[in-house]
């Protein structure tokens, strides 16, 4: 069993920062491929990005390309979302994800894709 706990989430201007963190629990993080899902009200989950299980191949949703980034800090066993430029449609609840694939040459585009899943944390973006 794989716990995910997220972190860094909050209210922030248009055009603003945040980095997101998300800590797997115990010795199996570099075992997964983790991907960032994104829930705005009455709207299903959304693929946001993922990094392959080594860290060496990610992948963005169209929407956020350019702007967000996912690297992993394996000295701290954590997955980062650095999420630049933001804009008021980015607004939503984020989830960090873990999945047994690897995604090293494919993105996990789809929730069923994943395993284990975080608690969310909320971004808003004020225009």
């Known amino acids: 069993q794989v716990q995910l706990v997220e972190s860094g989430g909050g209210l922030v201007q248009a055009g603003g920062s945040l980095r997101l963190s998300c800590a797997p629990s115990?010795?199996?993080?570099?075992?997964?491929?983790m991907g960032w899902f994104r829930q705005a009200p009455g709207k299903e989950r959304e693929f946001v990005g993922c990094i392959s299980r080594g860290g060496g191949s990610t992948y963005y949703a169209d929407s956020v390309k350019g702007r967000f980034t996912i690297s992993r800090d394996s000295a701290k066993n954590t997955v980062i979302l650095q999420m630049n430029s933001l804009k008021p449609e980015d607004t939503a609840a984020y989830y960090c994800?873990?999945?047994?694939?690897?995604?090293?040459?494919?993105?996990?585009?789809?929730?069923?894709?994943?395993?284990?899943w975080g608690q969310g944390t909320q971004v808003t973006v004020s225009s």
């Open positions: 994800a873990a999945s047994r694939a690897t995604f090293q040459y494919r993105p996990g585009t789809g929730v069923r894709e994943y395993d284990y």
């Open positions: 115990g010795r199996t993080y570099s075992s997964y491929a």
